[in-house]
Antibody, heavy 119, light 111 residues
Framework: QLQLQESGPGLVKPSETLSLTCTVSGGSIYSTKYYWGWIRQPPGGGLEWIGSVYYSGITYHNPSLKSRVSISVDMSKNQFSLNLTSVTAADTAVYYC???????????WGQGTMVTASS | QSVLTQPPSVSGAPGQTVNISCTGTSSNIGAGFDVHWYQQLPGTVPKVLIYGNTNRPSGVPDRFSGSKSDTSASLAITGLQTEDEADYYCQSYDSSLSGSVFGGGTKLTVL
């Protein structure tokens, strides 16, 4: 049973960088069938796709965040990571990692991790 | 402002039917990209409810059904039950943005 688990600081200061890691267990991140993605949800708000990464390192980002987002993959650790620079209070959200199938379907999600941008 | 437009809320009495719309454009739903629906129960992780416009994962009751036409999609829930109270999100791919897009979400209240 494939599982995803987010990890990282729950509090980030404004203007600093938010860094999260998603660890994949019960399966390999090396797959030609899937991308691996990040999605966030602000308190009381809706879902927003942040970006996705392929095992080879190819990435796609939400244009609204593109200049601040970087996503990478570490196959040796079966992990993929998110860096979001210059955070503001608007980046406060629950951050989910998820597996994205060829149908662009996010079929398996992590439990999510709350990140607060505050001094 | 979400790329896909959903009504903020819908409601219905137990046993009734509700429909949740998801309106897109020619660069996403209208371009032929699949629409998926997620159900998020209070305090939980979103889960796949409908995938590929009309398909239900195993374990999802057949009270839930999806459809798609032109630039819109719709989720129908028949025989409403109190446990259906949740937020529902549609999602597709957008060729102009080269990425995934979500609707703003619809809160279903079972009266």
């Amino acid at each position: 049973q494939l599982q995803l688990q987010e990890s990282g600081p729950g509090l980030v200061k404004p203007s600093e960088t938010l860094s999260l890691t998603c660890t994949v267990s019960g399966g390999s991140i090396y797959s030609t069938k899937y991308y691996w993605g990040w999605i966030r949800q602000p308190p009381g708000g809706g879902l927003e796709w942040i970006g996705s990464v392929y095992y080879s390192g190819i990435t796609y980002h939400n244009p609204s965040l593109k200049s601040r987002v970087s996503i990478s993959v570490d196959m040796s650790k079966n992990q993929f990571s998110l860096n979001l620079t210059s955070v503001t209070a608007a980046d406060t959200a629950v951050y989910y990692c998820a597996r994205r199938s060829v149908w662009d379907l996010f079929d398996i999600w992590g439990q999510g991790t709350m990140v607060t941008a505050s001094s | 402002q979400s790329v896909l437009t959903q009504p903020p809320s819908v409601s219905g009495a137990p046993g009734q039917t509700v429909n949740i719309s998801c309106t897109g454009t020619s660069s996403n739903i209208g371009a032929g990209f699949d629409v998926h629906w997620y159900q998020q129960l209070p305090g939980t992780v979103p889960k796949v409810l409908i995938y590929g416009n009309t398909n239900r994962p195993s374990g999802v009751p057949d009270r839930f059904s999806g459809s798609k036409s032109d630039t819109s999609a719709s989720l129908a829930i028949t025989g409403l039950q109190t446990e259906d109270e949740a937020d529902y999100y549609c999602q597709s791919y957008d060729s102009s943005l080269s990425g995934s897009v979500f609707g703003g979400g619809t809160k279903l209240t079972v009266l």
